[in-house]
């Protein structure tokens, strides 16, 4: 078989349970769920490159959070613009991710957990 050329495979008709697992530095597991893609406007189309959509597709960030034992804390919606490019660190009350800001400067931010419940 050529490179380039074979059996492409079926898209499946369903998505796994969950897209990742991190730990937190408290022991905490969180399940990064599938949620809902919708459609937004690609603000960077070219409409002379034929390989630039006019649209792309954006899936709010949503974790399934569970104590060291296993017990079910609750779920954490992550606010729109929260960025996987740097890995976030997740602790008891906060997490810590990496923005970037129109201009492209780096920096951290704390975001405050609230689970239901607490």
């Known amino acids: 078989m050529r490179a ?6 079926a898209i499946p008709d369903h998505k796994p ?3 990742s697992l991190r730990a937190g530095t408290d022991g905490r597991i969180w399940v990064r769920l599938w949620t809902e893609g919708r459609e ?3 603000e960077d189309h070219d409409p002379g490159d034929p390989e ?6 954006v899936q709010p960030l949503r974790y399934d959070v569970f104590e060291a034992d296993g017990t079910y804390l609750g779920a954490v919606d992550l ?3 929260f ?3 740097a890995p976030p660190v997740f602790g008891h009350s906060f ?8 201009l492209g400067v780096q920096w951290v931010r704390r975001y405050r957990i ?5």
């Open 4 to 9: 380039g050329v074979g059996t492409v495979p």
């Open 17 to 19: 349970p969950f897209r």
């Open 40 to 42: 937004v406007p690609n």
């Open 52 to 57: 630039s959509a006019p649209f792309t597709w």
């Open 79 to 81: 606010p729109e613009g």
């Open 83 to 85: 960025s996987l490019s």
């Open 95 to 102: 997490v810590w991710a990496v923005e970037r800001g129109d």
């Open 114 to 118: 609230a689970l239901p419940g607490s």
